[in-house]
T-cell receptor, first 117, second 115 residues
């Protein structure tokens, strides 16, 4: 089956530190990959995505590169802010030949990030 | 442009009761998916609807059901509630069901507590 494994948390950093959250996956098929962020009391927000090997998704200073050879999609940010404190989820979906995926995302367990001033 | 709207935000029910949750997708989005989020199991896929048809289903018992209306709004129903059904239920919508390319937009969820 399909699965996503994220690095264990929680992760605690000082403001302006460099962030890496590791994500690896196993998939039957060619997945599309996503990072979602969840702030306290909220739903999930799409942070970035990549749909094919070597694509780099980026948004709000966050980046992740789709590495097919290592089945990874690690999230990075060069300088974190207190406002980045949240739970981060790596996820995949497997589109069929027609490009649809019938709604099913497979999520990692989430990584709690806390950034201190 | 309005986001995905879920109602109610919070709900408290008693074991054995049933509950209906509602989700209004972004205008133009025809695919609606439902997820259950718990501390122990994380985020788990429940089912997906497109043009009023269920196209995909996760591994949940038959007590969990859903439907979609012609305006793409969706409801999910849980019958005979159990304590373990306490969770945050999230709804997500996507353009034309092609979530792979476009990503999914999530609502803020309904927090269900079963007592």
């Amino acid at each position: 089956g399909n699965s996503v494994t994220q690095m264990e948390g929680p992760v605690t950093l000082s403001e302006e530190a460099f962030l890496t959250i590791n994500c690896t996956y196993t998939a039957t098929g060619y997945p599309s990959l996503f990072w979602y962020v969840q702030y306290p009391g909220e739903g999930l927000q799409l942070l970035l995505k990549a749909t094919k090997a070597d694509d780099k998704g980026s948004n709000k200073g966050f980046e992740a590169t789709y590495r097919k050879e290592t089945t990874s999609f690690h999230l990075e940010k060069g300088s974190v802010q207190v406002s980045d404190s949240a739970v981060y989820f790596c996820a995949l979906t497997i589109p069929n030949a027609g490009g649809t995926s019938y709604g099913k995302l497979t999520f990692g367990q989430g990584t709690i990030l806390t950034v201190h001033p | 442009k309005a986001g995905v709207t879920q109602t109610p935000r919070y709900l408290i029910k008693t074991r054995g009761q049933q509950v209906t949750l509602s989700c209004s997708p972004i205008s133009g989005h025809r695919s609606v998916s439902w997820y259950q989020q718990t501390p122990g199991q994380g985020l788990q896929f429940l089912f997906e609807y497109f043009s009023e048809t269920q196209r995909n289903k996760g591994n949940f018992p038959g007590r969990f059901s859903g439907r979609q209306f012609s305006n793409s709004r969706s409801e999910m129903n849980v019958s005979t509630l159990e304590l373990g059904d306490s969770a945050l239920y999230l709804c997500a919508s996507s353009i034309k069901g092609q979530g792979a390319g476009y990503g999914y937009t999530f609502g803020s969820g309904t927090r269900l507590t079963v007592v």
